[in-house]
């Protein structure tokens, strides 16, 4: 008899949640790994539960629950989104007996769910291993080991150690074939409206707030047939909408996102595509706008950042303001209209002035595009965290919850929070002209 494994994605606890075409990809991943063992796999993703709305992304339910005494200044409502406690209980009681249970993690701040998922599973059953793994796993390891504390906390890229690991469970586990199954064929999920897709991991650049090159220790590409094959078999079942989820997606223009581009156009692959991370604007010329364009990409962020040059140098030099203004005008050209192009700029950066704030959004103005403010929190490990240690505004053992940038603004800003407030409210402003 094969043995019996359960995967789940825990639910977010936060103040604000959206679904925007959100998968735990890194445990579907596991999962397709596992597909090639004498193992059955049980799946549950507490977050499955939306209201479906524009180009499949979602509402997502949503519970008051009570703060973390660490947030009960907080003067907003804290909530658990997804499938209710009731729901996952039943859930699991329908799955039954399990011999192994391994949950992901994703942002630091979400904990909570975490811990809540190991306290419930830990009660309907007693002795099972739990291993825990992803992003807050792998970053935060002695908070994870202390607050969770799973049998196995897993960090790092998935490889034949994870087998190894957890054969010390006493499983003889076996591998039965080389071909891993898709996710998306072990029949997880009910409605596959949208999915992500990864077309490479990593990133060759090393921005002083990004924790990409903490997870990945190198950058890779995938095959562009293995990539397209994946698309294609995704419209085929009747996927919408994909979301690209790299973080450097148009690196290496020339020999990897047009020749996706170029062969998803002439397999006429009719699905609408997302980039919810930021593109390197850089790489964006005349052909690559039209790619884009004629690929069907529907929702398209940009990476600014800042619009200082001391700063943007700075931080890595990844964009220069010239190469925005270039990207945005063959995007135009190409038929995108203004309210599709959206471009990140960050508030709260460590000694970042509101002025410097202000000149970004005006900057984004002239332009006539989308502007999306996002706020600078800190992530373990980072070279901007160990500022901030070094400088006293944080500790280094800050609890995670702390770094949710909704709030981490609001704690520890050097801003007059009116001021941000009056600048939030004139860009909300400014995009619905748009
Ligand atoms: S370019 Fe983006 S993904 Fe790469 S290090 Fe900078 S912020 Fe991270």
């Given at each position: 008899m094969n043995l019996r494994f359960l995967l789940i994605n825990p639910w977010i606890y936060d103040f604000a949640a959206y679904n925007f075409w959100a998968r735990p990809l890194g445990l579907l991943k596991v999962a397709e790994f596992l597909s090639q063992f004498n193992v059955d796999l049980f799946f549950i993703d507490c977050c499955d539960s939306f209201l479906v709305k524009k180009f499949s992304t979602g509402k997502y339910h949503a519970e008051v629950v009570e703060k973390?005494?660490?947030?009960?200044?907080?003067?907003?409502?804290?909530?658990?989104?997804?499938?209710?406690?009731?729901?996952?209980?039943?859930?699991?009681?329908?799955?039954?007996?399990?011999?192994?249970?391994?949950?992901?993690?994703?942002?630091?701040?979400?904990?909570?769910?975490?811990?809540?998922?190991?306290?419930?599973?830990?009660?309907?059953?007693n002795n099972t291993p739990i291993i825990l793994g992803g992003i807050y796993a792998s970053l935060y390891k002695n908070h994870a080991e202390k607050i969770i504390n799973p049998d196995i906390l897993y960090s790092g890229q998935l490889d034949e150690n994870f087998i190894e690991k957890i054969e010390k469970f006493g499983f003889n586990i076996k591998r039965i074939s080389f071909s891993p199954k898709y996710w998306w064929?072990?029949?997880?999920?009910?409605?596959?409206?949208?999915?992500?897709?990864?077309?490479?991991?990593?990133?060759?650049?090393?921005?002083?707030?990004?924790?990409?090159?903490?997870?990945?220790?190198?950058?890779?590409?995938?095959?562009?047939?293995?990539?397209?094959?994946?698309?294609?078999?995704?419209?085929?079942?009747?996927?919408?909408d994909i979301a690209f989820y790299d973080d450097a997606l148009l690196y290496n223009a020339e020999t990897h996102i047009k020749p996706i581009l170029r062969e998803i156009i002439r397999r006429k692959i009719s699905v609408r595509f997302h980039t919810p991370?930021?593109?390197?604007?850089?790489?964006?010329?005349?052909?690559?706008?039209?790619?884009?364009k004629i690929a069907g990409f529907k929702t398209l962020r940009l990476s600014l950042e800042t619009v200082d040059i001391k700063r943007q140098i700075e931080t890595g030099g990844k964009v220069t303001n010239e190469e925005l203004e270039r990207a945005v005008y063959y995007l135009k050209e190409s038929g995108f209209t203004s309210r599709e192009i959206g471009v990140y700029i960050m508030y709260g950066l460590p000694d970042q002035s509101i002025d410097e704030v202000r000149a970004?959004?005006?900057?984004?103005?002239?332009?006539?595009?989308?502007?999306?403010?996002?706020?600078?929190?800190?992530?373990?490990?980072?070279?901007?965290?160990r500022e901030l240690v070094k400088k006293g505004i944080i500790s280094e053992d800050l609890d995670p919850l702390l770094t949710n940038n909704s709030i981490f603004f609001e704690i520890f800003s050097i801003y007059d929070k009116s001021d941000i407030e009056k600048l939030k409210i004139d860009v909300s402003r400014f995009n619905l002209l748009l």
């Open positions: 973390p005494s660490i947030l009960k200044g907080i003067k907003r409502n804290y909530k658990r989104y997804g499938i209710s406690e009731t729901e996952f209980i039943e859930k699991l009681k329908k799955i039954g007996e399990i011999d192994l249970i391994l949950i992901t993690s994703i942002m630091a701040y979400w904990w909570p769910g975490v811990k809540r998922v190991v306290e419930i599973v830990k009660d309907l059953f064929q072990l029949g997880f999920y009910n409605s596959m409206l949208y999915a992500p897709i990864l077309t490479s991991t990593g990133c060759p650049f090393r921005c002083p707030y990004c924790a990409s090159s903490l997870l990945y220790e190198s950058f890779n590409q995938k095959k562009i047939t293995e990539v397209v094959k994946e698309i294609e078999e995704l419209s085929k079942i009747g996927v919408e991370n930021g593109l390197h604007v850089r790489f964006i010329d005349k052909e690559l706008a039209e790619l884009l970004g959004v005006n900057f984004l103005k002239k332009l006539q595009v989308r502007i999306h403010l996002t706020e600078f929190s800190p992530i373990k490990g980072t070279y901007y965290w």
